[in-house]
T-cell receptor
Framework: GENVEQHPSTLSVQEGDSAVIKCTYSDSASNYFPWYKQELGKGPQLIIDIRSNVGEKKDQRIAVTLNKTAKHFSLHITETQPEDSAVYFC?????????FGAGTTVTVRA | GAVVSQHPSRVICKSGTSVKIECRSLDFQATTMFWYRQFPKQSLMLMATSNEGSKATYEQGVEKDKFLINHASLTLSTLTVTSAHPEDSSFYICSTHWGPEAFFGQGTRLTVV
């Protein structure tokens, strides 16, 4: 099955700095790569996604890049704010079935 | 607004009892519902996939007789944790999809005492 690895497990950044989270996947048939933000006690919230036919996508302060050849994708958050503090999960999807990374706890220091 | 409504959000039950969790698709007919379990500070692990009108497909290591899934209609899927034990305490989350995009329920925090 699909194996998604995510790094780092924790990330502390100063407010205003950038945060980068990286993921790799194993199944070349995966074709959809969403990123989720999860706050304590709540379900995951989609923040950005990218499909396998696109290399990069940006939405305001958030961007995602995908390298299909290397089977890795990354999340970039610029100008971080305290409300960006949360757990972030990457995922890879094949036939609508999601495999999640282990998660990254992001802390933005004021 | 919510696309998937999951209830209850929290439940505490005694060891040996059963608990039912419901997920309703509000905006569209969900032929498939995914059920995940998440232990504290861990990732979401897929437990099973329910398909309307047919038997659920369980992931390796998940006991189908313990985690009963019913998907009797296109808008409702249920997960029943039978004979619950403290080790079943976890956060259970359902999701369905529209195209490739997944929509998650709010999650159910189950505590077995």
């Amino acid at each position: 099955g699909e194996n998604v690895e995510q790094h780092p497990s924790t990330l502390s950044v100063q407010e205003g700095d950038s945060a980068v989270i990286k993921c790799t996947y194993s199944d070349s048939a995966s074709n959809y790569f969403p990123w989720y933000k999860q706050e304590l006690g709540k379900g995951p919230q989609l923040i950005i996604d990218i499909r396998s036919n696109v290399g990069e996508k940006k939405d305001q302060r958030i961007a995602v890049t995908l390298n299909k050849t290397a089977k890795h994708f990354s999340l970039h958050i610029t100008e971080t704010q305290p409300e960006d503090s949360a757990v972030y999960f990457c995922a890879a999807s094949k036939n609508y079935k999601l495999s999640f990374g282990a998660g990254t706890t992001v802390t933005v220091r004021a | 607004g919510a696309v998937v409504s999951q209830h209850p959000s929290r439940v505490i039950c005694k060891s040996g009892t059963s608990v039912k969790i419901e997920c309703r698709s509000l905006d569209f007919q969900a032929t498939t519902m995914f059920w995940y379990r998440q232990f504290p500070k861990q990732s979401l692990m897929l437990m099973a996939t329910s398909n309307e009108g047919s038997k659920a497909t369980y992931e390796q290591g998940v006991e189908k007789d313990k985690f009963l899934i019913n998907h009797a209609s296109l808008t409702l899927s249920t997960l029943t944790v039978t004979s619950a034990h403290p080790e079943d305490s976890s956060f259970y989350i359902c999701s369905t999809h529209w195209g490739p995009e997944a929509f998650f329920g709010q999650g159910t925090r189950l505590t077995v005492v």
